[in-house]
C-alpha cells in the first residue's frame, strides 16, 4: 500500500506544486482532483489539477513524465459529483465529466477513477435506485471499455444543504451489496473510507473482509464518534 492524499486539500497549489509537494514530503502517490474548470460548489469541490477536457497526447506526455520524475503515482483520478441530481443540468456535467475522466484516465495509464453514486435528495429511495439503474450501466460499461476500475466514495454527504437525506446513496454496505449485484463488473468497486461508517455508528472494519475484492483505493481519516453531539 502506498501513502498518497487526495489534492482537493490543496486547491491553491498548481499540477506541479501538488507533486512537487509530494515528492518532498515522502508520499509515494496522489490523487489528483480533476473537476470540471469553474466555480466550487462546497469544500473540496471545484478543483481543478487536471484539465480533463483539454488533455491532448503533448499534456499527457508532460504530466506523465512530470510526476515520474518526482517519483510520484497518479493513484486515482478525483471527481465527486451528483450525477443522480434533480437538477437534469447539473446531473448531465456530472455525468459527462466522469465520462471524461475516465477517457483521461485511460491516456494518462492511470488505472481508478474515483467518484460518487450521487442521490436525489428529495425523492424516494424507490425513484433513486431506478434513476441509478438507468446512469451507472452505461458509466461502467465505458470503463470497461477503457480499462479503469471505478472506486465509489462511501460518504453519504449528509452536510448543512444536504442535510437530513445526504447527496450519495452509496452510503452504507447495504446498498454497496445491492448495487454490486445489479451492475456486476470487476471495474466497479470501491474508494472504502472507514471513517464516514464510524460517525454513522456501522463497524467500519467487517467491510473490508466483506468487500475485500471490491476495493480499489482507500480514504483515510482520524475520526471519532461523539454520542452527545447526537444525542
Not at 211 to 221: D, P, Q, R, T, V
Request: proline share 6%; aromatic share 14%.
Amino acid at each position: 500500500m502506498k501513502l498518497g492524499f487526495l489534492s482537493a486539500i490543496v486547491p491553491e497549489l498548481s499540477f506541479e506544486e501538488v507533486i512537487d509537494f509530494a515528492s518532498e514530503n515522502g508520499f509515494e502517490c496522489v490523487e489528483l482532483a480533476c473537476w470540471p474548470q469553474g466555480k466550487a460548489t462546497r469544500r473540496y469541490a471545484g478543483v481543478t489539477h487536471i484539465d480533463m477536457v483539454s488533455l491532448d497526447d503533448s499534456k499527457v506526455s508532460y504530466i506523465r513524465q512530470y510526476a515520474s520524475k518526482k517519483g510520484i503515482e497518479i493513484s486515482a483520478i478525483g471527481y465527486y459529483p451528483n450525477p443522480l441530481s434533480g437538477d437534469p443540468q447539473e446531473r448531465k456535467v456530472a455525468i459527462e465529466h466522469i465520462k471524461e475522466c475516465i477517457v483521461g484516465a485511460k491516456k494518462l495509464g492511470v488505472e481508478v477513477v474515483d467518484t460518487f453514486i450521487g442521490k436525489d435528495r428529495l425523492e424516494t429511495p424507490e425513484r433513486n435506485w431506478e434513476e441509478f439503474l438507468e446512469v451507472w450501466p452505461d458509466i461502467i460499461k465505458l470503463a470497461e471499455e477503457n480499462g479503469i476500475k471505478i472506486g465509489i466514495e462511501n460518504c453519504p454527504m449528509y452536510f448543512r444543504d444536504e442535510w437530513p437525506a445526504g447527496d450519495n446513496l452509496a452510503g452504507s454496505p447495504r446498498f454497496w451489496r445491492e448495487m454490486f449485484k445489479a451492475i456486476p463488473s470487476s471495474s466497479f468497486g470501491l474508494d472504502y473510507d472507514p471513517s464516514h461508517l464510524v460517525w454513522q455508528r456501522m463497524d467500519y472494519i467487517k467491510p473490508i473482509y466483506d468487500f475485500k475484492n471490491k476495493i480499489f483505493h482507500f480514504h483515510i481519516k482520524d475520526a471519532k464518534f461523539y454520542p452527545d453531539k447526537y444525542d
